[in-house]
C-alpha cells in the first residue's frame, strides 16, 4: 500500500484531456512538500515529467501539466497522443517516514 | 548529459548477498546525491536509500534498514547498493538516480540508470 494515493487506471480517447490525482496526507503533500511526476514505460527507467509540483523539464511537451491543492496534487494530460500510454507515478516527501514516497502508478490507456 | 549505468543484479537465495553498481557520466558526480529506487513485481515505485554528496550521510527506508549498505566513490563516479540478507520480498527492479539538492524535502530524482533486476527466490 502506497503512502500516496492514486487511481490505478484512466482512459481517454485520442485528443481528449486525462487527469490523473495524486492524495497524500498532512505528513506529505499537506505539509507542503513538492511533488514531482513520471512517466515510466514497461523495461524502460522512469521519466521525470514534472518537478516542484508545476514545472516541465526540456524536451517535456506542455501537454503535460501539473498542479496541487492542500493534500492533493494532479497531472493533466491533453491532446492524448498514443505514445502517451504508460504507467505515471507521483512522489513527494514525508515527513513522518524521513523518506520519499511515491504513488502505486497510474497506467493511461489511450482508447 | 546525465547518465547512469547499472550493472550486477541476477538471481539469488533468500538468506544471500549481492551488490548492484551505478556508473555516472556527463555530470559533476561528486556533487549530487545519489539514491535507489526499487519496484517490485506488480507494485509501485519505492525508495530504498541515498547517499549524500561526500558518502558521509546515509538514509534508507525501513524495509531496508541494517540490511542494505549504501555507499560511493566519488573518484571513480560509482554509486553502490550492498544487499544482505536478502529475503523474497526484495524481490524488484533496482534504478539509481541522482537529485538535484541535498536530502529532504524539495527533491525528485533525474535522470535514472536502466535499471538491474534482483530475483530472490530458491
Known amino acids: 500500500q502506497s503512502v500516496l494515493t492514486q487511481p490505478p487506471s484512466v482512459s481517454g480517447a485520442p485528443g481528449q484531456r486525462v487527469t490523473i490525482s495524486c492524495t497524500g496526507s498532512?505528513?506529505?503533500?499537506?505539509?507542503?512538500?513538492?511533488v514531482h511526476w513520471y512517466q515510466h514505460l514497461p523495461g524502460k527507467a522512469p521519466k521525470l515529467l514534472i518537478y516542484a509540483d508545476t514545472n516541465r523539464p526540456s524536451g517535456v511537451p506542455d501537454r503535460f501539466s501539473g498542479s496541487r491543492s492542500g493534500t492533493s496534487a494532479s497531472l493533466a494530460i491533453t491532446g492524448l497522443q498514443a505514445d502517451d500510454e504508460a504507467d505515471y507515478s507521483c512522489q513527494s516527501y514525508d515527513t513522518s517516514l524521513s523518506g520519499y514516497v511515491f504513488g502505486i502508478g497510474t497506467k493511461v490507456t489511450v482508447l | 548529459e546525465a547518465q547512469l549505468l547499472q550493472s550486477g543484479g541476477g538471481l539469488i537465495q533468500p538468506g544471500g548477498s549481492l551488490r548492484l553498481s551505478c556508473t555516472a557520466s556527463g555530470f559533476i558526480f561528486s556533487s549530487y546525491i545519489v539514491s535507489w529506487v526499487r519496484q517490485a513485481p506488480g507494485k509501485g515505485l519505492e525508495w530504498v536509500a541515498t547517499?549524500?554528496?561526500?558518502?558521509?550521510?546515509?538514509y534508507y527506508a525501513d524495509s531496508v534498514k541494517g540490511r542494505f549498505t549504501v555507499s560511493r566513490d566519488n573518484s571513480e563516479k560509482i554509486l553502490y547498493l550492498r544487499m544482505n540478507s536478502l529475503r523474497a520480498e526484495d524481490t524488484a527492479v533496482y534504478y539509481c538516480?541522482?537529485?538535484?539538492?541535498?536530502?529532504?524535502?524539495?527533491?525528485?530524482?533525474?535522470?535514472w540508470g536502466q535499471g538491474s533486476l534482483v530475483t530472490v527466490s530458491s
Open positions: 538516480a541522482k537529485s538535484e539538492y541535498s536530502f529532504g524535502s524539495y527533491n525528485w530524482f533525474d535522470p
Open positions: 547517499v549524500s554528496s561526500s558518502g558521509d550521510s546515509t
Open positions: 498532512s505528513s506529505n503533500i499537506g505539509a507542503g512538500y513538492a
